[in-house]
């Protein structure tokens, strides 16, 4: 628990299905958290959630909310820049109504995934080298680029969108990381290679890849490559430290062994002398990435770090 006199902050993790929030002390510990369902479909909804989870935690005395948003932003500005998850916010300045909504309270905002890599650069598997690359594995596939512990954000902040990064390129067949190798991915394809015509669960697919599906173990070995060579590229446009492997799915123990060892096959049969294995780790935080990250990017817009 925080001691008396420490500060404390509200995080909230904005999400397609749920909103889930915590208080944190200014060390990055989470002291309470909870989730609630999302209500994103109207400003007025959205705002309404937002207000009722400040009230939940105003009396505490908090010195600040710190927001991470599944959309492009500007963090500078605090307008939100993309017109999906949050659409009911697009190009609102998302900071200033709420601060407004809540007592005029300081408040900061940062896309997801850059979020994800902050947290692990600040406190987590990063923490002691100052570039890496974040690739978390979800619906979709969210990512950070970090470099010298700051998040490389690019002309239209959008820098680390990996779900866009080509997967397959043909003229007549391009397609995209996020749509071929996603965790959603991942479940469509092992049910259509299983002749099943319903959504298969997470939980189901790593069963069968343990139970020795041959199917299934074989798309995994399709998905470690995919994502080995996707390492490789993108170690020779960053060169970062290391890789962090994050979303629900790092946390399955084949997973990052299975990338490493993709890695390191590529690595022996490439024979490039000016090729870097590139260095595979999980993320140290997962579900709690966002809010932990999302802080660091208020401690620093506010000049506490």
């Known amino acids: 628990m925080a001691e008396s006199g420490e500060k404390l902050y509200l995080a909230i993790d904005i999400g397609g299905t749920f909103t889930k929030f915590g208080l944190l002390d200014g060390g990055a510990n989470i002291l309470e958290k909870d ?29 600040g909310i710190a927001l991470s948003v599944p959309s492009a932003v500007d963090v500078e500005t605090g307008v939100i820049l993309e017109n999906v998850t949050l659409s009911c916010m697009y190009r609102r300045d998302i900071v200033s109504e709420i601060s407004e909504l809540c007592g005029g309270i300081p408040v900061s905002v940062e896309n997801d995934g ?17 570039n890496c690359v974040v690739l978390g594995f979800g619906t979709a596939i969210a990512g950070c680029v970090i470099i010298d512990h700051k998040a490389l954000r690019g002309a239209r902040n959008i820098a680390g969108e990996f779900s866009y990064l080509p997967s397959v390129l043909k003229k007549d067949d391009y397609r995209i990381m996020g749509y071929e190798w996603s965790t959603r991915a991942l479940t469509k394809k092992a ?16 069963e069968l890849y343990y139970a020795g599906e041959e199917k299934i173990v ?33 946390e399955q123990p084949c997973v990052v062994p299975g990338i490493q060892a993709a890695c390191h096959y590529i690595f022996e049969h490439a024979k490039n002398p000016q090729q870097r294995e ?11 990435s966002n809010l932990i990250g999302a802080l660091y990017s208020h401690l620093v817009k506010y000049g506490k770090l």
């Not at 850059?114 to 100052?130: I, Q, S």
């Not at 049910?191 to 790593?206: D, H, I, N, Q, V």
Request: charged share 25%; with cysteine.
């Open 35 to 63: 989730k609630l369902p999302s209500r994103n479909s109207s400003r007025d909804e959205f705002l309404a959630l937002i207000r009722g989870i400040y009230e939940r935690f105003g009396s505490r005395g908090i010195e």
């Open 114 to 130: 850059k979020a994800a890599g902050l947290a692990e650069t600040w406190v987590g598997a990063a923490k002691d080298v100052p």
């Open 191 to 206: 049910s259509a290679l299983l002749g099943r015509t319903g959504p298969m669960s997470g939980e189901e697919l790593f």
């Open 218 to 250: 074989k798309l995994f070995d399709d998905f470690f490559f995919h994502v080995a060579c996707q390492c490789y590229s993108l170690q020779s446009i960053v060169d970062p430290d290391l890789f962090c492997i994050g979303g629900g799915i790092s």
């Open 278 to 288: 590139p260095k595979i780790v999980a993320c140290r935080f997962n579900n709690d």
